[in-house]
């Protein structure tokens, strides 16, 4: 498939036009996480109820149009979820969410804010995991990941 055909008009509007993409400070969960392949960047913020649900939910980062676009779709579409209907949003989801056929490569991208999402219902904001996570910048991209290396196939 041609690169033109991943540029899919709700994925531009996604990327042009984000949902909930900015500065967030009542958040009570966040982390963020970089691709090491490609060096995108995704932070997302998170308020979570005392019911364990997702009342609000924003992101900001930096790259390409895959993983900026595809985490403006997820963050619109786990705002009001429970923590189970998040963890049961599996990386096939967010892949069929996102649309386009993508390589393997391309679909690492596209689930980047899907993992960094997985760590931050985890990480209350002020703990030592949030902290952490949101200084290792440049250093090592990999730490940020549980699961399959995204710099396994560089
Ligand atoms: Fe953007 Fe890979 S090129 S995350």
Same mark, same amino acid.
């Given at each position: 498939?041609?690169?033109?055909?991943?540029?899919?008009?709700?994925?531009?509007?996604?990327?042009?036009?984000?949902?909930?993409?900015?500065?967030?400070?009542?958040?009570?969960?966040?982390?963020?996480?970089?691709?090491?392949?490609?060096?995108?960047?995704?932070?997302?913020?998170?308020?979570?109820?005392? /019911?364990?649900?997702?009342?609000?939910?924003?992101?900001?980062?930096?790259?390409?149009?895959?993983?900026?676009?595809?985490?403006?779709?997820?963050?619109?579409?786990?705002?009001?979820?429970?923590?189970?209907?998040?963890?049961?949003?599996?990386?096939? /989801?967010?892949?069929?969410?996102?649309?386009?056929?993508?390589?393997?490569?391309?679909?690492?991208?596209?689930?980047?804010?899907?993992?960094?999402?997985?760590?931050?219902?985890?990480?209350?904001?002020?703990?030592?995991?949030?902290?952490?996570?949101?200084?290792?910048?440049?250093?090592?991209?990999?730490?940020?990941?549980?699961?399959?290396?995204?710099?396994?196939?560089?």
């Amino acid at each position: 498939m041609s690169e033109q055909d991943i540029y899919e008009e709700h994925v531009l509007d996604h990327y042009e036009d984000p949902y909930h993409r900015g500065e967030f400070d009542n958040a009570t969960h966040a982390h963020d996480g970089k691709n090491p392949l490609c060096g995108d960047v995704i932070h997302i913020d998170l308020k979570l109820s005392d /019911d364990g649900r997702i009342e609000e939910a924003w992101f900001s980062g930096a790259g390409c149009v895959i993983s900026q676009a595809s985490a403006s779709m997820l963050i619109e579409k786990i705002e009001g979820k429970t923590l189970e209907e998040v963890n049961q949003f599996s990386a096939t /989801d967010m892949l069929e969410l996102f649309g386009p056929k993508l390589t393997p490569n391309r679909q690492k991208c596209c689930l980047l804010s899907w993992r960094v999402l997985q760590t931050a219902v985890h990480s209350p904001v002020g703990s030592a995991s949030e902290e952490t996570n949101g200084e290792e910048g440049d250093d090592d991209g990999n730490a940020n990941f549980g699961g399959p290396s995204l710099s396994e196939e560089s």
